[in-house]
T-cell receptor, first 111, second 113 residues
């Protein structure tokens, strides 16, 4: 079964600074990996996906993620944080008929 | 196009009552999922429907939970004899054929008093 690890439940970043959210997965098969964002009282919105094409994946709102098989990682980055990036972010892996989610990162953007 | 819709958006019920939660997936999506989101447990898989195949119910936490999908489209999640630990946000998602990404609805917030 897939499992996903996200460290650091709360992440504070200054407006204009780099956003880096870490995600590691464990899998014995090629993974299908995703990042979702959740704004307060809303569902999950797909940010980007990795499905074994390019290892650097670009998503919406200026986010991108790099798949590194040797490190079993799929970290999410954005060069310059905006106030509107304040939300909760979930890394997920698909396998066994379901998404397995990390525990999420609550991102706070400091003006 | 229209996304996944869920109703009601909020539901408050008394312990011991039955509740029904509805999900309308994106038109043409063949797969439908239910997940539960709670503070203590994070996001948990509940059940998966794919076409006319038997659903994967392996995530349902107890036999008080059941779900059906009628006509390959709308799905209803039913919780019988609700307990306080059932309080959570119930999320529905759908997935198009040939893809792995899932598209989520806004959720139903269930509060059991």
């Amino acid at each position: 079964a897939q499992s996903v690890t996200q460290l650091g439940s709360h992440v504070s970043v200054s407006e204009g600074a780099l956003v880096l959210l870490r995600c590691n997965y464990s899998s014995s098969v090629p993974p299908y990996l995703f990042w979702y964002v959740q704004y307060p009282n809303q569902g999950l919105q797909l940010l980007l996906k990795y499905t074994s094409a390019a290892t650097l994946v670009k998503g919406i709102n200026g986010f991108e993620a790099e798949f590194k098989k040797s490190e079993t990682s799929f970290h999410l980055t954005k060069p310059s944080a905006h106030m509107s990036d304040a939300a909760e972010y979930f890394c997920a892996a698909y396998g066994n008929n379901r998404l397995a989610f990390g525990k999420g990162n609550q991102v706070v953007v400091i003006p | 196009g229209a996304g996944v819709s869920q109703s009601p958006s909020n539901k408050v019920t008394e312990k011991g009552k039955d509740v029904e939660l509805r999900c309308d997936p994106i038109s043409g999506h063949t797969a439908l999922y239910w997940y539960r989101q709670s503070l203590g447990q994070g996001l948990e898989f509940l059940i998966y429907f794919q076409g006319n195949s038997a659903p994967d119910k392996s995530g349902l936490p107890s036999d008080r939970f059941s779900a059906e999908r009628t006509g390959g489209s709308v799905s209803t999640l039913t919780i019988q004899r609700t307990q306080q630990e059932d309080s959570a946000v119930y999320l529905c998602a759908s997935r198009p054929a040939g893809a792995y990404e899932q598209y989520f609805g806004p959720g139903t917030r269930l509060t059991v008093t």
